[in-house]
């Protein structure tokens, strides 16, 4: 059974660097089947898609969150992480990671992990 | 970027009712979109792919219909366990998005 595990920070403060990292149990982040990707949930915005990496470092972006947004992979630790830079209140919310299935034609988030409360504030 | 939208926003009904919840792209997406359920406390889990197929181990009274812009998820008898919200997703070109969800109450 795959299993993913956010953690990081729960409290960040504005204009500083939000960092996180996913662990990945029961499956290999160095699979040419997947993809990894963030997303993000809070009242205002509803959920939020962030960014997908894959095993090669190969990544793409939320064009609204590009400036900000670094997504890596450390497939010796079986991980990837998430970097979101100069952060302000509006970036608040509860952050996922997922693995991105899919079957040749289509593409879905399955399994995610529980999520981590991230908030901004001084 | 193609905004999907739901509706409604919420509705509630009864165990063992059939209920129905619509998904509209702002444009044609063909087939590619997702339905996930979000209990409340927990993450999105997903039901439906491309539109119309069940994710392995989701019980069959889900159903997903549609392609082009329009899209139905429909609950056929619901269980006390389906009250939870739900939410549409585009697949079909980046920046991925979500519908804004329907919630399901009781």
């Known amino acids: 059974q795959v299993q993913l595990q956010e953690s990081g920070p729960g409290l960040v403060k504005p204009s500083e660097t939000l960092s996180l990292t996913c662990s990945v149990f029961?499956?290999?982040?160095?699979?040419?089947?997947?993809?990894w990707t963030w997303i993000r949930q809070s009242p205002q915005k509803g959920l939020e898609w962030i960014a997908y990496?894959?095993?090669?470092?190969?990544?793409d972006y939320n064009p609204s969150l590009k400036t900000r947004v670094t997504i890596s992979i450390d497939t010796s630790k079986n991980q990837f992480s998430l970097k979101l830079t100069s952060v302000t209140a509006r970036d608040t919310a509860v952050y996922y990671c997922?693995?991105?299935?899919?079957?040749?034609?289509?593409?879905?988030?399955?399994?995610w992990g529980q999520g981590t409360l991230v908030t901004v504030s001084s | 970027d193609v905004q999907m939208t739901q509706s409604p926003p919420s509705l509630s009904a009864s165990i063992g009712d059939r209920v129905s919840i619509t998904c509209r792209a702002s444009?044609?997406?063909?087939?590619?979109v997702n339905w996930y359920q979000q209990r409340p406390g927990k993450a999105p889990r997903l039901l439906i792919y491309?539109?119309?197929s069940l994710h392995t181990g989701v019980p069959s009274r889900f159903s997903g219909s549609g392609s082009g812009r329009d899209f139905i998820l429909t609950i056929s008898s619901l269980q006390r366990e389906d009250f939870a919200a739900y939410f549409c997703?585009?697949?079909?070109?980046?920046?991925?998005?979500f519908g804004p969800g329907t919630r399901l109450d009781v």
């Open positions: 997922a693995r991105v299935g899919n079957n040749g034609d289509y593409v879905w988030f399955d399994p």
């Open positions: 990496v894959y095993h090669t470092g190969s990544a």
């Open positions: 997703q585009q697949s079909h070109s980046v920046p991925l998005a």
């Open positions: 029961g499956a290999s982040v160095s699979s040419k089947d997947y993809y």
């Open positions: 444009e044609n997406i063909a087939r590619y």
């Open positions: 491309g539109a119309t």
